[in-house]
């Protein structure tokens, strides 16, 4: 017969655990905000990358028709059967959604149709908004442009 003192400690205490585990939950509680705010600053910076690519479809829209496209779409259907429409001009020829799923607004500026913004409403899909939720616009920081 063993003595108590002979006995090898085979698993852990009670107390063992429960200190394991709120280390683990003190690590996660640093660790997910600073998460959750590198991916919201990766789909601001996914959403003015693709206005960019945008801009450079438009204005290469502009050069070969003349004017800017009254909506996303000729950037890759030839719409209107316009002979000097030579497009596709993004690829693959889709317009994306913004990286919250949502479709992209597109406004002709009203000055003889050379002026045009576009905007993703960001992470909550309406207009305005600060923070995370701001407007992402390739006339942002400007003024007026006139």
């Known amino acids: 017969m063993?003595?108590?003192?002979?006995i090898r400690r085979s698993a852990f205490t009670l107390i063992e655990v429960v200190v394991v585990i709120v280390i683990l939950v003190m690590l996660a509680s640093?660790?997910?905000?600073?998460y959750m705010n590198h991916?919201?600053?990766?789909?601001v910076s996914t959403a003015k990358a693709q206005i960019n690519l945008f801009d450079g479809a438009l204005t290469d829209y502009q050069l070969d028709v003349g004017s800017y496209p009254?909506?996303?779409?000729?950037?890759?259907?030839?719409?209107?059967?316009?002979?000097k429409w030579s497009g596709p001009y993004l690829k693959p020829a889709a317009i994306p959604k913004d990286p919250w799923d949502n479709e992209y607004?597109?406004?002709l500026i009203d000055d003889g149709g050379t002026?045009?913004?576009i905007i993703s409403y960001g992470a909550d899909g309406k207009a305005g908004g600060?923070?995370?939720?701001?407007d992402i616009s390739?006339?942002?920081g400007e003024e007026d442009r006139d």
């Open 2 to 6: 063993k003595r108590k003192s002979e």
């Open 30 to 34: 640093i660790a997910t905000p600073l």
């Open 39 to 43: 991916v919201a600053k990766a789909k």
């Open 70 to 83: 009254e909506k996303l779409e000729y950037l890759v259907k030839n719409l209107d059967d316009n002979e």
């Open 105 to 107: 607004v597109y406004n």
């Open 115 to 117: 002026k045009y913004e």
């Open 130 to 134: 600060t923070g995370n939720d701001a």
């Open 138 to 140: 390739n006339r942002e």
